[in-house]
Nanobody
Framework: QVHLVESGGGPVQAGGSLRLSCTASGRTISSYAMGWFRQAPGKEREFVAAISNRGYTTSYAVSVKGRFTISRDNAKNTVYLQMNSLKPEDTAVYYC????????????????WGQGTQVTVSS
């Protein structure tokens, strides 16, 4: 069992930056690919970014590519999402998730999810 806890969300002005963290407990995440997803009010959950278990491969949604960076520190059992040049449309609850199936943008492939952290971007 992997327990994931996100942190680092909050209010920010458009153009600003935030760094989200996802810290795992219960099991090392070094054998898991990790992903970030988000869900805005009234919308379906969508893929944001993913990283392979050792961090060699990353994948991004088109909407965040070039602005967001996913990284991980397996020694700290933590995954990060650096978000720059934030836009109001980035406002959502952000979730991290873990999968044994390798890097993927499919939410249904992830086995463990955190409770989410709210990011609110004002114009």
């Amino acid at each position: 069992q992997v327990h994931l806890v996100e942190s680092g969300g909050g209010p920010v002005q458009a153009g600003g930056s935030l760094r989200l963290s996802c810290t795992a407990s219960g099991r090392t995440i070094s054998s898991y690919a990790m992903g970030w997803f988000r869900q805005a009010p009234g919308k379906e959950r969508e893929f944001v970014a993913a990283i392979s278990n050792r961090g060699y491969t990353t994948s991004y949604a088109v909407s965040v590519k070039g602005r967001f960076t996913i990284s991980r520190d397996n020694a700290k059992n933590t995954v990060y999402l650096q978000m720059n040049s934030l836009k109001p449309e980035d406002t959502a609850v952000y979730y991290c998730a873990a999968t044994t199936l390798g890097i993927t943008s499919s939410g249904s492939s992830y086995d463990y999810w955190g409770q989410g952290t709210q990011v609110t971007v004002s114009s």
